[in-house]
């Protein structure tokens, strides 16, 4: 299980960096193609609806061909997807490229993650904590790297570093190293856990419930993503920062949620998924409206760290939460949750970028703040639901 972890972990890191390139490129990929903003647009959404259809195909190309050829086949697209990238062509191209690389980290990180959850019995959140440590770390990575390599005149070099790990990544899993776990159809008459969660399938939830879900992370995840995003662009109207001095706040963002990920797990299960979750969220509100009176610059800097902190562990646990409550249903729950975050994750910065545009930065913290409120309240209505289960998390 061990060194499962471990090859979980590396390609998550290799997720972050392919989540994220575009982001850390954009700038220079507009310039060098001579495209506006609108251009950039394209390309995320490009990215989301290839990101969208490789989570939502996991699930059942893993029913077909396995889980570990679904990684494979995540992977490979990424190869594919970055090698093309890496010899600068055409823009369309490069827009069809997006889709690709959105396909396969959206694969892989849902195969992946469904993979070890399976095996992980009681330490699903301990191990997913360690998936998202490791995408954290990728997602900090890559804009440094991007920025060395724009300085050197490089640019592209940023898609072959993407391309040499998804490289070592397919290697590693097409060498079959995790022969002892095998295909699922076979782990599972092997897995005892496995076997007895399967067995409990038939008295899961009604799904009708799983909308709930659904909600939090589509909540979450745009948060998340909004934060991302704008956090430079609202110290520049809020704090009236300049630009790289702005860059900064989505580094300390960052930082604050690896840091935060590594004591996610441990943190979760030494006091419950359920408050765990609900101390967060509520924390992450706290530090959202502190932004909007906050008008001093170290000040605003350790409000976001403290957000970062927050919102670190919510993805993991959430997914690991919904998965308990839900026995039996990984693939099906994981899929779903995923896609509903990338979904979320489209959405709420467009309604983040129109109040940016139509109204003053403070209104915007209050937008996102009002959707840090509604996390809560999606708990409370779940603790509702599910009062005896989730007291037997602690």
Known sequence: MRRLVWFGCFAYFMVGLATVVFGALMPELLREYGRSYSGGGQLVFGQFAGFFLGVLLAPLSSMRIGEQWTIRMGMLALV??????????????????????????GMTQTAIGTFILERAGHAGAMMMSRLEVAFGLGALFMPLAAGFLIAQHHWNGAFGIVML??????????????????????????????????????HAKPFSKLAIFIVFVFLYVGIETSAINFLPSIFVQHLKQGTSEATVSVTVFWMAMVIGRVFTGYAAEKISYFR?????????????????????????????????????????IWIVFANRLFPGNTKQITSILIASGGVGGAVLPLLVGWSLDQYQARSTIGLISAFALMLPVCLLLIRRFYRREISSQH
């Open 80 to 105: 594919m997807a970055h090698a093309f990238l890496f010899s600068q062509p055409g823009w369309m191209v490069v827009l069809v490229l997006a889709v690709l690389n959105g396909f396969g980290f």
């Open 165 to 202: 790990l998804a490289c070592l990544n397919f290697m590693l899993w097409i060498r079959k190293l995790l022969s002892h776990s095998s295909e699922l159809p076979e782990a599972m008459q092997h897995h005892p856990q496995i076997h007895h969660e399967t067995s409990k399938a038939k």
């Open 276 to 316: 765990f979750l609900f101390i967060s969220a509520s924390g992450a509100i706290l530090f959202l409206v502190g932004m909007t009176f906050v008008k001093g610059a170290a000040l605003s800097f350790a409000l976001v760290f403290m957000l970062g902190l927050c919102l670190s562990g919510i993805f993991a």
